[in-house]
């Protein structure tokens, strides 16, 4: 989830009071998904060593949080929130592996982009982080390869980034999404199983890997680039999950990356063509008012 349902930086503060009187100051929700994605990335690194190294991650954070400023005043003429722009960043800096420094700045760079530039009737349509990933993929496959490190037989770190990322999309009333993926790739996993002849167990390892806790939190349930309806919702997941099975079955490495780029915004520009077509209601007509003597 690029998290991208986010104010102008003028109007958020880390803490804010309520107007209530008496009342205790709450955390602005906007820090959630910064919060838990960095969790994320402390256990994966304390864990398994995820990362590539700091300073590309670091990078990569770098890139999408001055991108953001630039382009966000540029087009907007304000300053934008820049939690969006950390958690593409912080995504990139997990899920890209290159033995080079600078496939960490384009692909930031690509993804803040997008946001911008890649609009449809005032919405864009891939979620960044996932897009920015894909053109790496595409462009420069030589340099650049994606996180594939499960966590294995260790229960431990997959228990804490669940209940993390469980609480984050309670809270968004998005777990449907979560539900339907998950469902959908677990009952793919037995399928594939049998199709290949493999163990079921190590088609479905791939669910407990870190790739997947941001791809299943922060991706295919980004506000922003999601269709509006909860229907809608669980059709697109259980799409995504569709085509990455076909994908995975035609030994593709990046499948879940490559689908979730081509199921989500073609939900998304037919929705937005359903929309369109509905009549907009003209306003009730104005009826003339005449003052009556007394």
């Known amino acids: 989830m690029s998290s991208d349902t986010i104010a102008p930086l003028s109007s958020a503060m880390p803490i804010v009071a309520t107007k209530a009187a008496g009342r205790k100051p709450r955390l602005d929700e906007r820090f959630i998904a910064p919060i838990t994605i960095t969790c994320i990335l402390i256990v994966g690194q304390l864990t398994f060593g995820v990362l590539e190294s700091y300073t590309r991650t670091g990078l990569a954070i770098l890139t999408s949080i001055v991108m953001e400023l630039i382009l966000g005043r ?30 960490y700045a384009l692909c930031s760079a690509i993804s803040i982009t997008s946001k911008y530039v890649i609009r449809v009737n005032g919405r864009h349509l891939w979620n960044p982080s996932n897009l920015g990933i894909v053109c790496m993929l595409l462009l420069a496959p030589q340099y650049v390869s994606t996180l594939n490190a499960q966590f294995s037989n260790t229960l431990w770190p997959m228990v804490i980034i669940w209940t993390l990322g469980s609480i984050i999309i309670y809270r968004l009333k998005r777990f449907h999404i979560v539900a339907t993926y998950v469902s959908c790739f677990i009952g793919y996993a037995y399928l594939r199983s049998l199709q290949v002849h493999d163990s079921f ?28 309806s909860k229907w809608g919702q669980v059709l697109v997941a259980f799409l995504v999950a ?53």
């Open 242 to 294: 569709t085509a990455e099975h076909i994908l995975r079955l035609n030994g593709n490495a990046h499948a879940p990356y490559y689908a979730l780029t081509l199921m989500g915004p073609s939900a998304n520009l037919i929705e937005i063509w359903c929309t369109s077509r509905k009549p907009v209601p003209s306003p009730p007509d104005t009826l003339s008012l005449q003052l009556i003597p007394r």
């Open 74 to 103: 540029l087009f907007t003429g304000k300053w934008p929130h820049l939690a969006s722009a950390y958690i593409s960043g912080i995504s990139i800096g997990i899920l890209i592996h290159s033995n080079y420094v600078w496939p």
């Open 201 to 228: 167990l190590s088609e479905v390892a791939p669910i407990t890997g870190p790739m997947y806790q941001l791809f299943i939190f922060f991706m295919i349930t980004d506000p922003k680039t999601t269709v509006k």
